[in-house]
């Protein structure tokens, strides 16, 4: 079975400076037989991630949020994995990483410029737009 765990991370909130404190979220993958042994493979990785890596320093607590299963994925179509949506501007940079490994950890500073996501200083590229849509008349009542 493919499981995916989703988690949530808070590091430094014993910081007085809003700056200073952290949170964010992550996701892993595993090939595991159960459930149970996924999340041992889970545990394993961040625990190699906080001693190999900069990621989770300082004072930092991990909730796992969800534990996703799947015997297969969908050969004809993408299907959405999870989906944030956060009330609000945002003000704060943020470090992403992708796919980290014990060579690289791939991550990068993103930010927000003109209302525009900027990811190392760079303005990402618009992938698809949409205009407001206007209800019709049957879904207006």
Not at 80 to 90: E, Q, R, T, Y
Not at 128 to 135: D, G, Q, S, Y
């Amino acid at each position: 079975m493919i499981f995916v765990g989703l988690f949530t991370h808070v590091t430094n909130q014993e910081q007085t400076k809003e700056e200073d404190r952290r949170h964010g979220e992550f996701s892993l993958m595993a090939y595991a037989e159960t459930p149970e042994q996924a999340v041992q493979m889970f545990r394993k990785r961040i625990v190699e991630y906080r001693n190999d890596q900069q990621f989770f320093e300082g004072a930092c607590k991990i909730f796992l949020t969800q534990l996703l299963e799947f015997d297969r994925l969908p050969q004809n179509h993408a299907f959405m994995l999870n989906f944030k949506s956060v009330a609000g501007d945002p003000i704060m940079p943020f470090i992403s990483c992708t796919v980290p490994t014990d060579q690289n950890d791939y991550c990068s500073i993103h930010d927000w410029r003109d209302n525009q996501p900027a990811v190392d200083g760079k303005s990402e590229q618009l992938f698809v737009a949409f205009k407001e849509r206007l209800p019709s008349t049957e879904e207006a009542k």
